[in-house]
């Protein structure tokens, strides 16, 4: 099968190959590819150690570099996850926070690599597009009082 033409690439210390099974055991449409092992020597490992690994994220291709600490991930790049419900709000955010992650605020999050995640419902962006402005203004107040979202308070404002 040929490779996609476009890749989001990740940079990680020396851990891609265990985020990117974390990854593709905690998101749906998300799974595990090839570990591609170093052919020789680099500057931050060993011939044999895992180089790169192929992984998709809720379908979207990407490929896991370990590069070293160079180069640490920053917010300038997240993962926006939309959710349905509730219940899959929860089960996301608690699967990265729980997995050595950090809270942080209006619905996002950073895994144990550094990697920023929005765990976004749908309810959510909904709401803060909405075409009333003042039904838009409500549901961005409630959303800056949040870490995790609570749809219940999103469709709450949204009521007014």
């Not at 990740?10 to 998101?27: K, P």
């Not at 996850?81 to 219940?87: E, K, L, P």
């Not at 895994?111 to 838009?136: C, E, F, M, N, Y």
Request: proline content about 6%; overall charge negative.
């Amino acid at each position: 099968m040929p490779s996609p033409k476009n890749t989001i690439c990740l940079w990680f210390n020396n851990d891609a190959e265990e985020a990117a099974r974390f990854y593709a055991a905690t998101l749906p449409g998300s799974t595990m590819g090839t570990v591609h092992y170093a052919p020789g020597d680099y500057p931050d490992g060993k011939k044999g150690q895992a180089l790169m690994v192929d992984f998709t994220v809720a379908g979207i291709p990407c490929v896991g570099l370990n590069g070293g600490p160079t180069f640490p991930q920053t917010e300038a790049f997240s993962f926006q996850i939309a959710t349905d419900d509730q219940a899959e709000t929860d089960r996301l955010w608690n699967a990265i926070i729980g997995n050595g992650g950090k809270a942080s605020d209006c619905g996002w999050c950073k895994d144990r690599w550094g990697v920023s995640w929005q765990i976004t419902p749908r309810a959510l962006v909904a709401g803060v597009t909405h075409k009333d402005p003042a039904v838009a203004k409500r549901v961005f107040d409630a959303m800056m009082t949040m870490q995790k979202i609570d749809i219940a308070k999103i469709e709450a404002a949204m009521k007014g």
